[in-house]
């Protein structure tokens, strides 16, 4: 059974910076897409960035050009730099099986809180 382990987030200002992980159990991690998600307060669960097996990467068009999606198979660990963060996009980030909108297992971990705030 898969296990999804979110970590990095914290409290930035407007223009800083955040680097999230996630460290996943469970699954042949190299052969599966992984995506980033955010949920924001009264807001439903988005994809934000997804990585494939091969690297090919996806974005949200609100976070184009800040936020990258990376992974490290030998660490079964994917991450997501955050650049140039903006109050909107404060929310509890998730990552999770799949690289599109709606993820491959609906087995979500705790989430690791991003503020960005003044």
């Known amino acids: 059974q898969v296990q999804l382990v979110e970590s990095g987030g914290g409290l930035v200002q407007p223009g800083g910076s955040l680097r999230l992980s996630c460290t996943v159990s469970?699954?042949?991690?190299?052969?599966?897409?992984m995506g980033w998600y955010r949920q924001a307060p009264g807001k439903q669960r988005e994809l934000v960035a997804g990585?494939?097996?091969?690297?090919?990467?996806n974005y949200a068009d609100s976070v184009k050009g800040r936020f990258t999606i990376s992974r490290d198979n030998a660490k079964n660990t994917v991450y997501l730099q955050m650049n140039s963060l903006k109050p909107e996009d404060k929310a509890v980030y998730y990552c999770?099986?799949?690289?599109?909108?709606?993820?491959?297992?609906?087995?979500w971990g705790q989430g690791t809180q991003v503020t960005v705030s003044s």
């Open positions: 990585i494939g097996s091969g690297g090919s990467t």
């Open positions: 469970g699954i042949i991690f190299r052969i599966n897409d």
């Open positions: 999770n099986v799949g690289r599109w909108k709606t993820p491959a297992t609906m087995r």
